[in-house]
């Protein structure tokens, strides 16, 4: 199949292009124009292959206690075939698809309903209507940032439920784990299905659209850049904030429930995976404003990618720890206890003072301290594709100046962390460490070719004063 292209849209540019000639490659930042064969197999493989990964891992766990070898294992030596897996699966049923709806409509009304008061009482935090990023066509959308608002309210709700009002057990989400997997995959591939018509037929902003002519990459990577209903209702910032990201924790809060009710107690390992998760999750919402000018708003189109990947990969492989620690009730000596929590924080240390330090550079435009000093910076420049012509600066102190993306190094400290917590007894748990250095690894490339087509021979004599992207004298 294919999707209708736009007539005369230039080809995308390589970065030795783009370097070579700056004044061509101006308005073309952004996602790629056209599609080589090799990411058109990838995006084949994600869309076949992605939900079945999901799939198998929950499966594993509920059939084989989380040993990822078991169903292998029993196909071949013939001790089991496909269909008997499948008929021990859980349907959806009635209860999930209530629980879900509800859950779905709950933070839609949060996040459309209810105006943000906490930046009102709470020092620091930045709430209310804000400003995104340029967007490539040169528009600047508005926000109503109230996730921490949010995540507060939900999670109230949640204690109040389980130590006064018991209007559903606290393993409900554990209890309907599978059911509730078929009613995410509906919301993520309609979604996904709805932002790609409306893309086509009825798009929020026209000049921001891209059309590969591929049916497939449109789908997979989308076509529109905000589609939005309404003033306020952006599907690429509810989606990626919300129900996901608020979901993580109740998860994991439900899990150790259930690991209490079939063993008696909550092991020190889950009390880490909650404890460790949760401040990632409370700093995503602490900092939603910064969070708009990142590469998931700012370059991304919404797609399957982030529309099927945000109601079904991140809540289902992110807390994999979690689920596996109810099957494995690991309990950590307490020198490694210690170990895995120093790590954890040392990271979400090394996550959160690198971008706070880009974030205090962007507010300030430069007129600020990094680590005592005055920041070095590179002046650069870019032209959106509605000829404005925009001017910034790159960044070159702090951990900035250590690598071009060291804050991924804090990311991948803290994802680590949460592997080690499950001890050594299973590969299950360790998917997370492998799958976030690869999509982090790929970001980082991928946010390289973005910004050397944004901003070209600046882009160079960035590189040439951070030669390292990820980890010094090594990447």
Request: hydrophobic fraction near 45%; aromatic fraction near 16%; glycine fraction near 8%.
């Amino acid at each position: 199949m294919a999707a209708k292209s736009q007539p005369n849209v230039p080809k995308a540019k390589s970065v030795d292009s783009v370097t070579n000639d700056r004044t061509a490659s101006q308005g073309q930042w952004g996602r790629a124009w056209e599609v080589d064969w090799f990411s058109l197999g990838s995006i084949i493989f994600l869309l076949l292959c992605a939900p079945f990964i999901v799939y198998y891992f929950i499966m594993a766990c509920d059939q084989y206690s989380c040993a990822l070898t078991g169903p292998v294992v029993d196909i071949a030596t013939g001790r089991a075939r496909l269909s008997d897996i499948w008929a021990k699966t859980p349907p959806i049923t009635r209860k999930a698809a209530q629980l879900y709806t509800l859950w779905v409509t709950f933070q839609v009304l949060l996040y459309t309903s209810l105006p943000d008061f906490c930046h009102k009482f709470l020092p620091g935090y930045v709430g209310g209507i804000q400003e995104g990023a340029v967007t490539p066509a040169g528009v600047v959308n508005k926000y109503q940032i109230n996730g921490l608002q949010a995540w507060l309210l939900t999670h109230l709700l949640w204690f109040a439920n389980a130590h006064l009002l018991s209007w559903f057990s606290p393993t409900i989400i554990f209890d309907n784990w599978i059911p509730l997997l078929w009613c995410a995959n509906i919301l993520g591939y309609a979604v996904s299905t709805f932002a790609m018509v409306k893309g086509y037929f009825f798009p929020t902003s026209a000049r921001d659209c891209k059309f590969t002519g591929n049916f497939f990459y449109n789908y997979m990577m989308g076509v529109e850049f905000n589609p939005r209903i309404g003033k306020w209702f952006d599907f690429k910032l509810f989606f990626n904030g919300r129900p996901g990201i608020v979901a993580w924790t109740l998860i994991n809060l439900s899990f150790a429930a259930k690991q209490r009710e079939l063993h008696g107690h909550v092991t020190n390992a889950m009390v880490l995976v909650n404890v460790l998760q949760a401040i990632y999750v409370i700093d995503f919402f602490w900092n939603e404003t910064w969070y708009l000018k990142t590469i998931d708003i700012c370059h991304d189109h919404f797609g399957w990618y982030l529309g099927w990947g945000d109601c079904v990969w991140l809540p289902y492989l992110y807390t994999l720890q979690g689920l596996y620690l109810v099957y494995h009730p690991v309990q950590l000596s307490t020198p490694r206890a210690v170990g895995v929590l120093l790590l954890g924080l040392v990271g979400y240390y090394i996550f959160r003072v690198a971008n706070h330090q880009k974030d205090l550079f962007r507010r300030t435009d430069g007129r600020c301290l990094i680590w005592g000093k005055k920041p070095k910076v590179i002046e650069c420049s870019y032209t959106s594709a509605d000829g404005q012509r925009h001017h910034s600066k790159l960044l070159v102190s702090g951990f900035w100046g250590v690598a071009r993306h060291f804050n991924y190094v804090g990311d991948l400290m803290g994802s680590l962390a949460y592997c080690l917590a499950c001890g050594g007894g299973h590969l299950l748990p360790y998917f997370y460490i492998i799958y976030m250095a690869i999509l982090l690894t790929h970001r980082c490339l991928r946010d390289e070719h973005r910004c050397a087509s944004k901003y070209g021979r600046d882009w160079e004599r960035y590189t040439a004063a951070v030669p390292y992207r990820l980890l010094p004298g090594i990447f």
